[in-house]
């Protein structure tokens, strides 16, 4: 199994057309047939459904879709490491980061590195820890951003200079909006928006022993999708800080939780990776920079 033919593959079932898919691979439609009906009897499985005007996936097609996936940006990365090891001007860092206001601090250490390196570029997926810590053991990524506690046996970690703080983010003209601080007794009943990572970690733990008591009414992995929940008065909150407008004219604010409930950040990378020129100065950057904080 060829990656080039792999290509082949992610363009058709992107397209769902072969006749585009040939033109933007800038191949004969006849090869782009043949090299996919080669996949099919390499494998075994029908990859495709063909219809007049159209082409779909068949269950097995949409499994190789994501292996695929994996393995050409695989191929992508380990192709731009080699050629980074020559490129004193720069190379490629991929990055998988938690959504969270201290991210600044990574901004802040990319900033004088891609001065001194302008061909440097970056690469960033966004996600909970569970997402990104798979791609970075999968090696689809050199760096992740993770709020959980990572795991020393798997992961070098430097902590982030600032936690985040919880709190309550609700409609300005709501009853609740009129307290400095939100406590459990405010939160009982009402129906709260969080991320599942944060409602089995975070809360549950400060809650104790009446998170019982708490109703999640929906799980979002974004903030900024949630708070328009708020908005259209479907419930409340539960997030970190700065990461939802609730500036005057928004029509929201941010209460902090009581008693407080801060969770660290962590910038975690493979126990036993090996970087590339510009991953280790990134590295050396990231702690030069955070121990000056």
């Known amino acids: 199994m060829e990656i080039r033919t792999l290509r082949y ?11 585009r898919a040939a033109e933007l691979l800038h191949v004969t439609q006849p090869t782009l047939s043949k090299a996919l009906k080669a996949l099919e009897d390499e494998l075994g499985k029908k990859l495709f459904t063909r219809h007049s005007f159209s082409i779909a996936l068949t269950e097995e097609g949409t499994l190789l879709r994501d292996r695929a996936e994996d393995l050409v940006t695989m191929a992508d990365k380990i ?3 080699f050629l980074s090891l020559d490129d004193i001007a720069g190379g490629e860092l991929y990055f998988g980061l938690a959504e969270s206001y201290q991210i ?27 997402q990104v810590t798979e791609k970075l053991d999968k090696g689809l990524l050199d760096f992740a951003v993770v709020c959980d506690t990572p795991n020393p046996k798997k992961y070098d970690s430097i ?8 709190g309550l983010i609700l409609p300005a003209n709501a009853p609740l909006a009129e307290k400095e601080s939100i406590q459990i007794d405010d939160l009982a009943g009402l129906a709260l928006f969080t991320s599942a990572q944060g409602w089995e970690g975070d809360i549950k733990a400060w809650a104790g022993e009446r998170f019982g008591e708490l109703h999640l009414e929906g799980s979002f992995r974004l903030a900024y999708n949630a708070s328009m929940f708020v908005r259209e008065g479907l419930g409340y909150q539960l997030s970190f800080q700065h990461l939802v407008d609730v500036s005057e004219h928004s029509g929201l604010v941010f209460r902090p939780l009581s008693p407080p409930l801060e969770t660290k950040l962590y910038l975690i990378w493979n126990r036993y990776q090996a970087f590339t020129p510009i991953g280790e100065r990134f590295l050396a950057q990231v702690k030069s920079s955070f121990s000056a904080t």
């Open 9 to 19: 593959f992610l363009a058709v079932a992107r397209e769902e057309n072969m006749t």
């Open 79 to 81: 192709e731009q490491e």
């Open 104 to 130: 600044r601090y990574l901004a802040r250490a990319l900033h004088p590195l891609k001065a001194q390196y302008p061909g440097l570029k970056y690469h960033i997926t966004s996600g909970d820890t569970e």
């Open 159 to 166: 902590v982030f200079p600032e936690g985040d703080i919880w």
